[in-house]
Structure formats: C-alpha cells, structure tokens
C-alpha cells in the first residue's frame, strides 16, 4: 500500500512539472501578447481598444451562455496563460470558483461599482447545452446600462495600458472613440424611454441593470424563447399580469411562432432586446445596441 501511494505521489509531481514546462513552453513560442476576456461585450471593448500586436480571445462557443460555460482544461490552461484576463465581476462566469488563475492578470471590469450591484433571488431552472442552473446571486448583466459599460471599458483600458506603456496614446485614443459611442446609446435609451411608466414583462432576469438605469417597470419571468408554454407557464403570466398589467413582452431571443402567438392573445406585443452576451450573428456589440434601442422606440 505504501508504495502504492509513494507512486501515485510521485506520478502526480511528475504531470504537474509537465504540465507547467508545457505552459512555460507555449508561453515562450508565443510571438504576439494574449488578452482573455470571459463574454462578449468584453472581448469586443477590449478588441476596440488592443494594439494590433496583441491577440484577444473569447473561447466560448457561439451558441453558449458564457455566464454559465464550462471550459475544459486545455481551455483553463489558456486563460492561465494569458497576459492579461479580462473578467466581468458580479460573479460571472460560475467556474472562476474552481480555477485557480494567476491574480497578477486578473482585472475586474465591474469593480468601481461593485457597491451598486443588484442581488436577485431566483429558482434553478434549464436552457440550452449548459443545462441546469441559477440566476440567484448577483445580476450580471452589468453591460446594458451604458454607464457601467463605460467604466468596464476603462477598467480594461487601464489594464492594457499598464501591459503596453509605450502605446498609451493610441490606447487613450481608441478609448476615447468607444466612450463617445457607449455615451451616445445612453443618451438614446434615456430619451427613447424617459416617459415609460407603462409595465412591461421580460421573458427572463438579466435586464435588471437595464431597467434600473433607464427608469423601465419591468418584472421577470422565467421563460426561454423556445420553451412551450405549457399550463404552468400560462399560469405565471396570468398571474403576472393581474398585478402588473404590462402591454410589452421582452424577450431576450426570437421567440417561436407559437410563443409569439399566444403572447399576443394576451394583448401583449412581442420585441426582442438582445443582451449580446455572446457574439451576434449579425454586427457587433454597438450596432446590436442600436437595433436594441430602435426596437425599444417602437415598443409603444
């Protein structure tokens, strides 16, 4: 048994030196700096941003919620070797908890506001290839209030200008030009709901920063576009509306035919408003930002 175990030590030792002078390889070969970022609207300010002698990489698929992603080792091993590591805060990306990252790269794009985050309490429930899981904890969805937007990107600015000193000007720039486009959108959805009182549904809870900065009377349920609306669900919006009689239904992806029909049954009309936690099939973060608030004018 002894030498059983004094082996399986041993062994473990001998993968983990691996392992690191496999790391320390691929970091070496490396011609061009590495910037990580763990959604969408992050990957995307910091691309705006990034001098063309720095790669940024969003590794996760397409067609997943990179809140809840589960990234294998190769792909942990990836972030583990990035200059830089771009994060949300707020407690995004659910499997941070059992990686273990170097904090020298770590930056907190949500820490100069982390005193404002909103804490939700919500039910487990299932959508898409990441399965079972929770929206209890903290709202995450820091990005679709404009503002907090603008100190994300410069939280990230900071950071890039700290790894590249000698392309601060051109950084500042850039930054600058990306400032001017998120503060324009604020404007926009300020003005385009600045009369909205009226209640309105979303199908799902990550519009609560939204809401908040743009003065919306919204509630959420928790629906996915294309779920069924079976008994249970009719019976959640039924008695959703009877104590908050909105006329819109937001839903965070095109919906089906049937979902669509019966929400207009109830009176309700249907618009989608992209949260772009991933990367759209069409445009980028700021061009989706405005078919979001052209949509939301029209809503009523």
């Known amino acids: 048994m002894l030498k059983k175990l004094l082996f399986t030590f041993v062994l473990i030792v001998m993968m983990n030196g691996c392992n ?93 506001f982390e005193k404002e985050l909103i804490h939700i309490e919500s039910a487990d429930h299932t959508h898409g290839p990441g399965g079972e899981h929770s929206h209890a904890g903290t709202a995450f969805t820091t990005w679709l209030d404009m503002q907090q937007a603008i100190k994300q990107a410069e939280a990230i600015k900071n950071a890039l200008i700290l790894m590249e000193p000698e392309e601060k000007e051109h950084i500042e720039q850039l ?29 799902h809870p990550v519009y609560q920063y939204f809401a908040r900065a743009y003065g919306l009377n919204l509630k959420s349920l928790l629906w996915e576009p294309e779920m069924k609306i079976d008994k249970k669900a009719q019976a959640e919006i039924n008695a959703l509306l009877a104590v908050h009689p909105a006329k819109v239904m937001i839903w965070e992806g095109k919906p089906t035919t049937e979902n669509l029909e019966y929400i207009r049954s109830l009176g309700l009309k249907n618009i989608v408003i992209e949260p772009c936690m991933n990367q759209p099939e069409h445009g980028d973060f700021i061009t989706q930002m405005q078919e979001n608030l052209k949509i939301l004018k029209k809503a009523y």
Request: net charge negative; aromatic share 12%.
């Open 20 to 112: 690191e002078s496999k790391q320390q390889t691929q970091t070496e070969d490396r011609t061009s700096k590495e910037v990580y970022a763990v959604n969408y609207p992050l990957y995307y300010f910091t691309q705006r941003m990034t001098p063309k002698s720095v790669q940024v990489i969003f590794p996760v698929p397409h067609d997943v919620d990179p809140a809840f992603w589960q990234p294998n080792t190769e792909e942990i091993l990836g972030f583990a070797q990035a200059d830089l590591i771009i994060l949300n805060g707020a407690d995004y990306a659910k499997w941070r908890s059992t990686a273990s990252l170097p904090e020298s790269k770590l930056v907190n794009t949500s820490k100069a």
């Open 175 to 203: 930054y600058l030009q990306l400032k001017h486009e998120l503060e324009e959108l604020d404007k926009g959805f300020r003005n385009a709901v600045s009369d909205f009182q009226r209640p309105i549904v979303a199908s």
